[in-house]
């Protein structure tokens, strides 16, 4: 007996209503640019060109059985190189974790992430009455928005990793010091503050982004200021692109544009040389993602710092190889090894190191952390310093 | 089968813990309540039970914060039936009078099983499910990893120390304390939850007074506070292993040379 063949149609919808364009999900020509750009394409077994053929063709249970969609990191490499501009990323690639996350297929280490992201409103599951911890130690102090009486210039939305993380605050101590050098009148959220949902919605959980844009939208709402900075490539991305969505319009910008706009301002401050070659890691988040194409403001920035060399790493800008972290990656590492038995941020390593680069510079707070880990696990310690633009700046600043 | 799943809201220890003025209780003030996670195994056991042999879940817990996140949470999972205590909680309630309460809501649910956590991280006494199996008049078995039911009769794994684990048939009904169920407990996504908050439905039962009889006393709490601190050996492999060596024989561990 023969079984004809049915589109999934519940999922089939769920993909197209899932962004705004997916109806192109239908314009697929099978061309192929996408498995072929996708830096783990080897290793899936339904890269999204596959995907596409499996759902036209009916036959969706081979896709839920098989595990490797959770190697897709959210790079935006195959949305970006689409002829037909397919939402390949928001679109098809996250609808799909949703259907493995509604089967229960997660990794553990992931679902903990999203758990504590319900639970706290940070993935790293610490307490939301810590989430200014991270400046305690400043002078002046840095003043929380519930306690600020007049308007200011920048509201900086911080994000998780950048509040908690404690190789990632350190960039954002070096921040600060930029900002109060600036004479910038700035304020953080603190306990306010909720993760801003870009890797958990990319992962799949649509509806955790919603509760949490909301949650953002109405304390953002509530305080004057003349912008929003943030010194998350993620929160820039999914405030950008996704909260208007959920009913939530407030302008972002990336913390290298803010100083990008100030680079007069701030080159009489650089008092101190950075004599070294230094390579740029463009993230994927603010680079090729939903042609954010922040490419230039960072760069701008770092040539600013007298006695800097900046050199090109072979994949740069929209080529950008993503360090692994993005729509949950950041915790399917051990997943990822299992899988591949290789590590996307040690080929980026190995880029930076091949570019003759003593120091790499990085705009995203995941970055530090997973290219120091690289390192250490490469044995090259040694051989490469990891900064963030903003610890560049500030030590560049510093009396 | 219906298998009725009791569970405890147990401080969370996310947020620091400190002790109120009185030092013999925690302060409740910034205290954030959490699913004991036994009980959050128990749940998970439960629903594991039901998707191979059917029947229905109803999950028990007391009005407490947070509760209605766990109510509906188990309701997204699967729960069939979700009771809230209404009582003073708010003080904390000691196991005995916890057991005599659940017993009296449970008793009228006329469950096959009942599984709750073998014991919550604020007292490790382990003592709700036996005390609750007494008040029933039904067996208990504690430390269970595992169950299989079928034809009215139950397998139970029971864990020992040294990895030793046992397989008991037990009568039904009967009380379990569950050490973990079979499988982590599962992922639910916020979507189910929240269509879950608007469908499902919150039974509310008055727990009456409670009757705290029978438990110790609280004298004192205090923190625990380091004395000693450990020695660290340095040097190389050789000296190491050196000093390693003579400290074990220093300490009676290792025969003396010769």
């Not at chain 1, 239908?26 to 499996?54: D, E, H, R, T, V």
């Not at chain 2, 009296?104 to 604020?122: M, N, R, S």
Request: proline share 5%; glycine share 8%; with cysteine.
């Amino acid at each position: 007996m023969t079984t004809t063949p049915t589109v999934e149609r519940p999922f089939y919808d769920r993909v197209m209503e899932a962004v705004p364009s997916g109806e192109k999900l239908k314009l697929c020509l099978q061309c192929g640019m996408c498995s072929g750009i996708c830096p783990y394409g080897f290793a899936m077994n339904f890269p999204p060109q596959s995907l596409i053929a499996a759902v036209r063709a009916g036959d969706l249970d081979p896709v839920f059985e098989s595990e490797t969609v959770w190697l897709c990191v959210s790079c935006f490499a195959c949305a970006n190189v689409c002829p037909a501009q397919i939402p390949l990323t928001s679109g098809l690639m996250a609808s799909l974790k949703t259907e493995m996350l509604l089967r229960r297929k997660v990794p553990a280490e992931l679902q903990t992430a999203l758990e504590n992201t319900r639970r706290y409103g940070n993935t790293l599951g610490e307490s939301p009455r810590k989430r200014s911890a991270w400046c305690q130690s400043i002078t002046p102090a840095i003043p929380l928005m519930a306690q600020t009486k007049e308007p200011v210039d920048v509201l900086w939305f911080v994000g998780d990793y950048a509040s908690y993380h404690p190789r990632a605050v350190l960039a954002s101590q070096a921040m600060a010091r930029i900002f109060q050098a600036l004479g910038i009148r700035f304020g953080i959220l603190g306990p306010e503050e909720n993760s801003d949902g870009d890797v958990q919605y990319l992962a799949g959980e649509r509806g955790l982004l919603e509760i949490l844009a909301q949650k953002n939208g109405k304390v953002l709402r509530k305080y004057k200021y003349q912008e929003i900075v943030t010194t998350d490539p993620h929160a820039y991305n999914v405030i950008k692109h996704e909260y208007p969505g959920v009913g939530v319009s407030v302008p972002i910008k990336h913390y290298t544009q803010f100083l990008a706009e100030r680079i007069e301002q701030i080159k009489p401050l650089l008092r101190h040389e950075h004599k070294a070659a230094v390579t740029y890691h463009d993230p994927c988040a603010i680079g090729r993602a939903n042609k954010n194409n922040i490419f230039e403001e960072p760069r701008l920035v770092l040539s600013a710092i007298p006695g800097l060399e900046l050199v090109e790493m072979a994949h740069n800008r929209a080529t950008s190889i993503c360090c692994g972290g993005g729509g949950g990656g950041n915790w399917l590492d051990g997943f990822a090894w299992q899988q591949t038995h290789t590590r996307m941020s040690e080929w980026r390593i190995q880029e930076a190191l091949a570019s003759g680069a003593q120091t790499l510079a990085v705009a995203c707070p995941y970055e530090a952390p997973r290219f120091e880990d690289a390192l250490k696990s490469l044995g090259a310690e040694n051989k490469l310093v990891v900064k963030d633009i903003a610890e560049l700046l500030a030590d560049a600043m510093s009396a | 089968m219906h298998i009725v799943v009791p569970i405890k809201l147990a401080p969370d220890l996310v947020e620091d813990l400190e002790i109120d003025a009185g030092g013999a209780a925690l302060d409740r003030t910034f205290l954030r309540l959490i699913i004991n996670e036994f009980d959050d195994h128990a749940i998970e056991q439960a629903f594991l039970l039901k998707e191979r042999g059917g029947g229905q879940v109803t999950i028990v817990a007391p009005d407490l914060e947070g509760a209605d996140d766990v109510l509906y949470t188990a309701a997204a999972k699967g729960a069939d039936r979700l009771i809230k205590l209404i009582g003073d909680f708010s003080a904390g309630v000691n196991c005995h009078a916890l057991a005599r309460t659940l017993a009296k809501v449970i008793g009228d649910l006329h469950p096959d099983l009942v599984l709750t956590g073998v014991q919550a991280h604020d007292d490790l006494d382990g003592a709700v499910g036996p005390l609750l199996a007494e008040h029933l008049g039904m067996p208990y078995l504690g430390y269970v990893a595992g169950l299989t039911v079928s034809d009215g009769k139950c397998m139970a794994r029971k864990e020992y120390p040294g990895g030793l684990v046992a397989e008991m048939d037990v009568a039904l009904p009967a009380v379990f304390g569950i050490q973990a169920a079979e499988k982590p407990p599962r992922y639910v996504v916020t979507s189910l939850i929240t269509q879950a908050m608007k469908s499902a439905t919150i039974e509310e039962i008055e727990t009456g007074e409670f009757d705290s009889g029978g438990a110790a006393a609280v004298e004192r709490m205090s923190r625990l506070e380091a004395t000693t601190h450990a020695e660290m050996i340095e040097g190389s492999t050789d000296q190491v292993a050196d000093k390693l060596v003579a400290v074990l024989r220093e300490r009676g561990l290792l025969a003396p040379r010769g």
